[in-house]
């Protein structure tokens, strides 16, 4: 809409599990977005809005969480 919004920014961890990935964090709203960068690094799967399975790129032996 090109408002611009003043928020608080800085570097931090952030754990999804499987790993833990340093990001910059941005403080906008209440709820948690996870950017390319991050999720990149992960194959993701959606198993039928009952599972979301995680698999890191490090990982060696294919076990999801």
Known sequence: DG???RV???MGDVDV???IAVVDVVA???EFI???K???QF???FEYGERVTLKHARDTDGAGR
């Open 3 to 5: 408002f611009e919004h």
């Open 8 to 10: 608080q920014s800085w």
């Open 17 to 19: 599990g499987v790993a």
């Open 28 to 30: 906008f709203g209440e």
């Open 34 to 36: 996870l950017g390319r």
């Open 38 to 40: 991050v999720l990149d």
């Open 43 to 45: 194959e993701v799967c």
